[in-house]
């Protein structure tokens, strides 16, 4: 049988370098200075809606839950008013002002 041996004091091969660093993404694409969000849309329910009607682009129907949001932002505070009941669709985030000719549910349903 023949074993290969290693001399015990040979030293280890050098670590091979690093390619050198890239400059900078910002420099290389300048970024747009204002990006406004997009306007939030909103929409009054209808009698006894439950469900976003809001169509995209292509004409498909959003289809998601209303629920009732109370935390909502000092910027829709502005635009809907102080204390009104909100709702918001669960994908595609449209607001939905109360319906006029229906009672409110706030402290409806107690017992």
């Not at 929409?43 to 009732?68: F, T, Y």
């Not at 949001?69 to 829709?76: A, I, L, S």
Request: with cysteine; proline share 16%.
């Amino acid at each position: 049988m023949a074993e290969e041996t290693t001399p015990q004091n040979s030293t280890p091969a050098p670590p091979p370098t690093a390619p050198p660093a890239a400059p900078p993404a910002a420099a290389a694409a300048p970024v747009p200075a204002a990006a406004a969000p997009p306007e939030q849309k909103i929409k009054v329910r209808k009698p006894r809606q439950r469900s976003c009607d809001e169509k995209d682009a292509k004409g498909k129907l959003c289809a998601g839950h209303l629920k009732r949001w109370y935390d909502f932002p000092k910027e829709v505070v502005a635009k809907i008013g102080k204390d009104a009941e909100i709702y918001r669709c669960e994908f595609c985030k449209t607001l939905y002002k109360p319906d006029p000719k229906q009672m409110p549910h706030s402290f409806t349903l107690r017992y």
